[in-house]
């Protein structure tokens, strides 16, 4: 099984009249949300600081921009710029989370992996003004961290990833992450599947009678980025009860082959509207595309490919 590419791919690009979105926009959270689209994506400009901006569309795949960012750098722990943001609503209120990278969150220039990386939480009423709650850990090398679109056990759940390793850490008010209430999913394949290298979550979590279906990312040692599934207990998910060996997706076209980083189709989006499953992606840290697929078959694919 495969998902299929939009025949409007890519749908979102650059704006060349933008100074803060004209150099690359990528790595979109989409919802949808009483009839429409809302995506909140990735972009970089002149100064190539990242920015989140927002867009609204009616079917998916026209999207109409807001011209200015809804989430711009505010101080020292995000002032290289806001990155790969991830949207749930739980009651009635929207919850972003995204990647501060910060300049001198170490008080100096960043020096190893985790150096001015904060995985960040973020709340907003109507998508457009956010604000900041905090991060689920610091001073590690921290990212892909995705909410769950719904509590489990009576608390709040979250996917992050400790390189190279996905992670499920809980929560009672989104404002504390304790260690004890962290563990452990899977970590990358021993063999030399696509997955070999690292692995983390992409968007948030689809809840099925089966279970979790979780979209991921992995890459292997020519650091060639794939999609694939697994399915996780729907409440313990911390149990993996299905992990297919077959990826889903992989760069193809050329704008994901090439781009501002070769060989990235990268996703913090997959939503499911009607029957289908729509999994939108960065390609190439350059551009926005949409990949589909059927849930049913999805759900067939992850039961039962080896
Ligand atoms: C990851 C993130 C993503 C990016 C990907 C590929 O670490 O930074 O934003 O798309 O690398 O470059």
Known sequence: MKLI????NPLLLPDPNSDWESVNVFNPAVIFDKGLFHMWYRAQGLDWISRIGYAVSEDGICWNRLRKPVLSPCDSTDSRGLEDPRVVKLDDVFYMTYTAYGRDYFGAEPTHAGGGILPMIARSTNGISWERLGPIVRGEDNKDHALFPQKIGGRYAALHRRWPTIWLAYSDDLLTWHEQDMASIFGPRPDNSWDHKSVGGNGAPIA???GWLMFYHGYDRQHIYHIGVALLDLNDPTKVLRRPKPSLFWPEELWELRGDVPNVVFSCANIVVGDTVYVYYGGG???IGLATC????LVDFVLHAD
């Not at 590419?5 to 409007?8: A, D, F, G, L």
């Open 294 to 297: 059927s849930l049913a078959e």
């Open 208 to 210: 099925t009678d089966q």
């Open 5 to 8: 590419r939009h025949p409007q």
């Open 285 to 287: 840290d350059h551009v």
